[in-house]
């Protein structure tokens, strides 16, 4: 069966430091994958998607970069975070059905 | 523009009673309309998941309907228990594949009380 495995799933940084969430499928090959970010009250909103490795497609422009250095690995970076970046990060993998299916989630506070 | 609304924001009720959540959409064309629960905390879990020609989709105490000529859809809890409390997210994706064009409601946020 298919797994998402998602970490950390908190994290605290200051303001200008760097960052990485890291994303793994288990249990399937060249899965669509995605990086969602969800704030309070709000629907999940799409950062990412990738539909094959290197392959890294962004819906908004940002202060974050998606990186897809293997099949089944999606990493969420920024370089210098920022207040605005705080909220719940989401991974998601989907199959040719478009049912995603997500990960735990990772909660960002950036101070 | 495509959009999905989801009312109401948030619902409180009693452990054992039945609620109804409500999903509105914009989304064309169409493929497929799903919900999703979730925990707080965590991501979220598929509940049901129809296409246009469903008219109704149960998961065990959850029901799901949709008209697709008005462009609803609600989703019934039946006798509902205290791990109900979550966020119930309606999902409307305009095709079958690419879950990069899939658009999120904001969801219904329920509270199960003893």
């Known amino acids: 069966s298919q797994t998402i495995h998602q970490w950390p799933a908190t994290l605290v940084q200051p303001v200008g430091s760097p960052l990485s969430l890291e994303c793994t499928v288990e249990g399937t090959s060249n899965p669509n994958l995605y990086w969602y970010r969800q704030a309070a009250g709000r629907g999940l909103q799409l950062l990412f998607y990738?539909?094959?490795?290197?392959?890294i497609s962004s819906e908004v422009p940002q202060n974050l970069s998606a990186s897809r250095p293997q099949d089944r690995q999606f990493i969420l970076s920024s370089k210098k975070l920022l207040l605005s970046d705080s909220g719940f990060y989401l991974c998601?993998?989907?199959?040719?059905?478009?049912?995603?299916?997500f990960g735990e989630g990772s909660r960002l506070t950036v101070l | 523009k495509n959009q999905v609304e989801q009312s109401p924001q948030s619902l409180i009720i009693l452990e054992g009673k039945n609620c109804t959540l409500q999903?509105?959409?914009?989304?064309?064309?169409?493929?497929?309309l799903r919900w999703y629960k979730q925990d707080t905390g965590r991501g979220p879990v598929s509940l049901t998941i129809m296409t246009f020609s469903e008219n109704t989709k149960s998961n065990g105490r959850y029901t799901a309907t949709l008209d697709a000529d008005t462009k609803q859809s609600s989703l019934h809890i039946t006798a509902s228990q205290l791990s109900d409390s979550a966020s119930y997210i309606c999902v409307v994706s305009p095709t079958v594949a690419g879950g990069f064009k899939t658009i999120f409601g904001a969801g219904t946020r329920l509270f199960v009380k003893a």
């Open positions: 998601a993998w989907s199959e040719n059905t478009g049912e995603l299916f």
């Open positions: 990738s539909v094959g490795i290197g392959q």
């Open positions: 999903c509105n959409y914009t989304v064309s064309p169409f493929s497929n």
